[in-house]
């Protein structure tokens, strides 16, 4: 299963105070690479709940990204947290700490500043973490478990997640097919369009429906587009071979019900004249 989860760390985030720019970049990027998004959560900087959600991410067994947490302040929990939930102990990374101490040095400030003290807590990882480079400012994040931690800085974040594919999961790009049909639904409720729903995914095993109801919306020009369903059917791997003959039925059925179709990505083009002769 070549999915991915993503856990977003931040009580900035979760107040409001920042803005979330992770969820969409880590979309674009998996699926840019032929992988996919498949949950993402948004924790606070609380220790006892890190604890707990980071247990159950490691024992989902899926690759996860996570963001946020690990720098030196107190508010920062996440290194911690992640060796709690795996009950390992916090350990210097001496690697992590030589790349720090260059940072240091860089900055014209001795050894034994507090400030460089504080700095090494940065180095402080679960025992038997691996580093994951950081191209910004040259202090890593960490690995364990296939789970791999980034500041919440998307400058530093984003870079390092895309290191982390192209080193880890290359032999996974692009290795699964995936399809998918929509159309506009106008003049139908839901509760018309679930039989078709049913219907398709219980004959065509492999194909998944869904109905995202909309309420409409007023275009520049003044043009009111009237609430409407955005129908769609979906498939990955071998059951993409019957998207097109699912799709054939689903439109007919849709039609049958007196439902007006219109394109999704076409200025609602009317949908219909296209139908092939296929039985319902």
């Known amino acids: 299963m070549n999915a991915f989860n993503l856990i977003i760390i931040g009580d900035e985030i979760l107040h409001g105070s920042r803005q979330d720019k992770h969820f ?17 959560q948004y924790l606070p900087d609380e220790p006892d709940l890190l604890v707990k959600q ?29 060796a709690a939930a795996l009950d390992l102990p916090v ?8 790349f720090i101490e260059a940072v ?17 807590k940065m180095a402080d990882f679960p025992a038997g973490a691996k580093l994951v480079p950081n191209p910004f400012n040259n202090i890593a994040g960490f690995s364990i478990r296939e789970h791999y931690f980034f500041p919440g ?27 998918s049909r929509s159309v506009y639904v106008f003049g139908q409720p839901e509760s018309r369009v679930a ?26 020009d003044g043009t ?17 071979r019957d998207l097109d003959k699912a ?3 689903v439109l007919r059925r849709l039609k049958d019900v007196g439902a007006e179709l219109k394109d999704v990505g076409a200025g609602l083009k009317d949908v219909g004249a296209e139908l092939k002769d296929t039985p319902a």
């Not at 969409?24 to 993402?40: C, D, I, T, Y």
């Not at 067994?61 to 947290?81: K, M």
């Not at 984003?158 to 290191?163: K, R, S």
């Not at 009111?224 to 990955?236: L, Q, T």
């Open 91 to 98: 350990v210097r990374h001496p690697e992590a700490a030589k």
């Open 54 to 82: 980071l247990r159950r991410s490691f024992s989902d067994g899926l690759p996860t990204f996570v963001t946020g947490g690990i720098g030196s302040t107190p508010d920062d929990h996440t290194r911690q947290a992640a």
């Open 153 to 179: 800085f998307p400058v530093m974040a984003h870079p390092m997640a895309e290191w982390v594919l192209d080193t880890y999961y290359a032999n996974r790009f692009n290795q699964t097919e995936r399809g």
């Open 247 to 249: 799709w054939d039925e």
């Open 24 to 40: 969409a970049f880590f979309k674009s990027l998996l699926e840019s690479r032929g992988l996919k998004l498949n949950q993402v």
């Open 195 to 220: 039989p078709i729903m049913e219907y398709v995914e219980h004959t065509y095993p492999g194909v998944r429906s869904y109905s995202l109801p909309s309420v409409g919306w007023q275009n520049a």
């Open 224 to 240: 009111a587009v009237k609430p409407h369903i955005e129908f769609g059917i979906k498939a990955e791997g071998g059951a993409c």
């Open 104 to 120: 240091t040095l860089k900055r014209g400030e001795p050894l034994d500043a507090p400030e460089h003290a504080q700095r090494l």
